[in-house]
């Protein structure tokens, strides 16, 4: 009980000293007041509006190596906003540059270079080279087989998935390939 009558005394003490001191009083309640409506005049002046969440593409420190950081300046300069997770926010992920030429160009290097398990990269280097002189040379020349490489699967699906006869697959194979009307505009002034 002893409990109750201190807080009731000092009740009765904070009442009295306010009661006599009405100008501090009224600053101590108007005070708030007035804080208070002022932010209700600021939200009703300026009404929220939604805001997706904010998710920045990661950026990779030095630490993990001179490609992925230089990308991460590079590519991430303008510091993009996304509203979903972006696929670099994984823990132990330090570049999602995978889709990048320079990325393809570094993977495919080191897998001709490194990975090789059998040792046909002088082949292949030997017969792109020849692919390249018949371009150079006549470019008319070329057929679709050229593009494809060995042990390859398009003519069976052609024939198996889409059941076109085999004359059909062989001459669609043998089909002269023109670089210039595949890789250009069909109206270039240039080339007439």
């Not at 997770?85 to 320079?102: D, L, R, Y």
């Not at 059941?163 to 270039?188: F, H, I, Q």
Request: hydrophobic share 40%; with cysteine; proline share 7%.
């Amino acid at each position: 009980m002893a409990c109750w009558a201190q807080l009731r005394l000092l009740l009765w003490k904070n009442f009295t000293y306010r009661r006599r001191q009405t100008c501090q009083l009224l600053l101590e309640v108007a005070w708030p007041l007035f804080i208070f409506l002022i932010l209700i005049s600021v939200r009703l002046s300026y009404p929220p509006y939604e805001q997706h969440e904010c998710h920045f593409p990661n950026k990779a420190m030095p630490s993990a190596g001179t490609l992925p950081w230089v990308q991460g300046i590079i590519c991430n300069a303008n510091n993009p906003c996304f509203r979903y997770p972006t696929p670099g926010e994984a823990p132990g992920v330090v570049g999602n540059f995978n889709e990048s030429i320079v990325s393809r160009l570094f993977s495919d290097a080191q897998r001709l270079l490194l990975y090789s398990q059998r040792d046909t990269s002088m082949k292949d280097i030997h017969k792109v080279l020849r692919t390249l002189q018949k371009i150079e040379n006549n470019s008319s020349s070329l057929t679709l087989q050229d593009f494809l490489v060995d042990n390859e699967t398009f003519s069976g699906f052609l024939n198996h998935n889409l059941s076109l006869p085999e004359p059909a697959v062989d001459r669609m194979l043998g089909a002269d390939v023109s670089l210039r009307k595949v890789s250009c505009r069909p109206r270039l002034p240039w080339w007439g």
